[in-house]
């Protein structure tokens, strides 16, 4: 699966999670409340109540519950127009019990809020608007409209009319922002969790890259002897069945063969090395490796290693960690991707850290963005257009974020800014490692086997 093959779950995905029992359950606990409080206020309060009416409200959300039970299977897992519906139902029961029982001048119409919620949170925009449209309408007409709660001795309990139209706008205002809220939140907590998989399926795939090149250059390597052995042997052969043609024919079969297998094993070999003396590699060649996809682009990519005069020792030898080779790549891919003719890649160290600098000269990144370059899906909010032209790093988003997370998991501290001429004004990445996170340790005995 590609990068652009990645995009943050909407509602419907979403909806599509919760299971059928969930609801069930949380509708049971509802039943439960309604029937305590119905119940336990003609008692203690002395409240009349059309008592008739509630139950037939509460025995349907009952009904609905027993059928939904039997009918399905546990593991039913709703879609997002069964989820719609079944919120939707609640929302109408809710308030067709509410206006049994007082309107707003019943303190349970905070209730509300519930549905609305549980919309924001799991469902999609579509159907988290129409619940709430339909939740502020129900607070408008209960405002007005509802059976007035009486006790046994005839008086109507209210409170002033003030205190009704505090409540309808108290309600509706928390109606609107629990709801915003719930659905930002979780929209955000869902855009890192499918940011975080998609950098987990790009590690895999670049780890069966290196683990498919390990085991290539291994068997090449170990296979190497007894190929030369039996090309020789095949070779004496030919040599000493010259009297016999027909056997002589064979041997050369034998031998070119061998020849084809360590031709076979050669080609398949560039494809990686990573036995324990190719586990690790001057900085220069990982850079190196990161830059090679993106060379041959149209763009110009200058390679600087260890020129700053401050700096003193040998070249660092580092760890080809797939983390630092794939999230290099990706920042190189951006660079070349937004710059107009160059790119720099520049590596220093000192005795405590290896630094390494992306430079392109392009626009740079826009200055708005520079406090959240490296979010997933920066890209879907906040986009800037001006006179038709595409602004710079508008794609930027999902692959930064990869390359942010991979190269921190391996010890890196990345910082963004804007050029200021040196060497261009583009847009700048700086990679810094402390030297012990990725220094790599002299590679000693002898390769282990591999094993299915």
Same mark, same amino acid.
């Given at each position: 699966?590609?990068?652009?093959?990645?995009?943050?779950?909407?509602?419907?995905?979403?909806?599509?999670?919760?299971?059928?029992? /969930?609801?069930? !359950?949380?509708?049971?606990?509802?039943?439960?409340?309604?029937?305590?409080?119905?119940?336990?206020?003609?008692?203690?309060?002395e409240i009349q109540l059309e008592l008739g009416l509630c139950y037939l409200a509460?025995?349907?959300?009952?009904?609905?519950?027993?059928?939904?039970?039997?009918?399905?299977?546990?593991?039913?897992?709703?879609?997002?127009?069964?989820?719609?519906?079944?919120?939707?139902?609640?929302?109408?029961?809710?308030?067709?019990?509410?206006?049994?029982?007082?309107?707003?001048?019943?303190?349970?119409?905070?209730?509300?809020?519930?549905?609305?919620?549980?919309?924001?949170?799991?469902?999609?925009?579509?159907? /988290?608007?129409?619940?709430?449209?339909?939740?502020?309408?129900?607070?408008?007409?209960?405002?007005?409209?509802?059976?007035?709660?009486?006790?046994?001795?005839?008086?109507?309990?209210?409170?002033?009319? !003030?205190?009704?139209?505090?409540?309808?706008?108290?309600?509706?205002?928390?109606?609107?922002?629990?709801?915003?809220?719930?659905?930002?939140?979780?929209?955000?907590?869902?855009?890192?969790?499918?940011?975080?998989?998609?950098?987990?399926?790009?590690?895999?795939?670049?780890?069966?890259?290196?683990?498919?090149?390990?085991?290539?250059?291994?068997?090449?390597?170990?296979?190497?002897?007894?190929?030369?052995?039996?090309?020789?042997?095949?070779?004496?052969?030919?040599?000493?069945?010259?009297?016999?043609?027909?056997?002589?024919?064979?041997?050369?079969?034998?031998?070119?063969?061998?020849?084809?297998?360590?031709?076979?094993?050669?080609?398949?070999?560039?494809?990686?090395?990573?036995?324990?003396?190719?586990?690790?590699?001057?900085?220069?060649?990982?850079?190196?490796?990161?830059?090679?996809?993106?060379?041959?682009?149209?763009?110009?990519?200058?390679?600087?290693?260890?020129?700053?005069?401050?700096?003193?020792?040998?070249?660092?030898?580092?760890?080809?960690?797939?983390?630092?080779?794939?999230?290099?790549?990706?920042?190189?891919?951006?660079?070349?991707?937004?710059?107009?003719?160059?790119?720099?890649?520049?590596?220093?160290?000192?005795?405590?850290?290896?630094?390494?600098?992306?430079?392109?000269?392009?626009?740079?990144?826009?200055?708005?963005?520079?406090?959240?370059?490296?979010?997933?899906?920066?890209?879907?909010?906040?986009?800037?257009?001006?006179?038709?032209?595409?602004?710079?790093?508008?794609?930027?988003?999902?692959?930064?974020?990869?390359?942010?997370?991979?190269?921190?998991?391996?010890?890196a501290e990345l910082r963004f800014a804007n050029g200021a001429g040196n060497p261009?004004?583009?847009?700048?990445?700086?990679?810094?490692?402390?030297?012990?996170?990725?220094?790599?340790? /002299?590679?000693?005995?002898?390769?282990?086997?591999?094993?299915?």
């Open positions: 699966m590609t990068q652009a093959n990645i995009r943050p779950l909407g509602g419907p995905t979403r909806a599509n999670w919760i299971r059928l029992r /969930t609801m069930i !359950l949380l509708r049971w606990v509802a039943i439960a409340g309604q029937l305590t409080a119905i119940t336990i206020a003609p008692l203690l309060f509460i025995g349907a959300s009952m009904i609905a519950n027993l059928a939904a039970t039997f009918l399905y299977p546990e593991s039913k897992r709703l879609t997002e127009k069964e989820n719609f519906a079944l919120v939707m139902f609640d929302v109408l029961q809710l308030g067709f019990l509410l206006y049994l029982t007082g309107g707003l001048h019943n303190p349970f119409a905070i209730l509300l809020l519930g549905p609305v919620t549980i919309s924001a949170t799991a469902l999609s925009l579509r159907s /988290t608007l129409l619940l709430g449209a339909t939740a502020i309408v129900l607070v408008s007409v209960l405002a007005n409209y509802h059976i007035p709660l009486t006790t046994q001795s005839g008086e109507v309990l209210r409170i002033p009319q !003030l205190f009704i139209f505090g409540h309808w706008i108290a309600l509706i205002i928390a109606l609107l922002f629990t709801s915003a809220y719930s659905r930002r939140v979780t929209t955000e907590v869902h855009s890192m969790s499918d940011a975080l998989a998609a950098t987990q399926m790009a590690l895999a795939r670049e780890q069966k890259l290196t683990d498919l090149g390990g085991v290539v250059a291994a068997a090449a390597h170990e296979l190497g002897t007894p190929l030369a052995t039996i090309k020789l042997a095949s070779t004496e052969l030919i040599h000493d069945l010259k009297a016999h043609p027909d056997m002589a024919e064979d041997a050369v079969l034998i031998r070119d063969q061998a020849d084809r297998c360590r031709d076979i094993l050669r080609d398949m070999g560039r494809a990686g090395k990573d036995d324990l003396h190719m586990r690790s590699a001057p900085l220069e060649a990982v850079v190196q490796e990161a830059a090679e996809p993106h060379l041959a682009r149209g763009k110009e990519v200058f390679f600087t290693h260890g020129t700053d005069p401050s700096e003193t020792g040998r070249q660092p030898l580092i760890q080809r960690q797939p983390e630092i080779i794939h999230g290099l790549r990706n920042l190189i891919q951006n660079a070349v991707d937004f710059a107009d003719a160059r790119v720099w890649v520049e590596s220093r160290w000192t005795e405590t850290q290896i630094i390494l600098r992306i430079t392109d000269d392009g626009e740079g990144f826009p200055p708005q963005l520079l406090g959240r370059i490296g979010d997933p899906f920066v890209r879907s909010g906040t986009r800037v257009r001006t006179s038709g032209v595409r602004p710079a790093y508008e794609g930027m988003g999902l692959g930064l974020f990869i390359a942010k997370t991979l190269l921190e998991r391996s010890g261009a004004n583009g847009a700048v990445v700086e990679v810094i490692w402390p030297r012990s996170a990725i220094k790599a340790d /002299t590679p000693q005995g002898q390769n282990q086997q591999i094993r299915p």
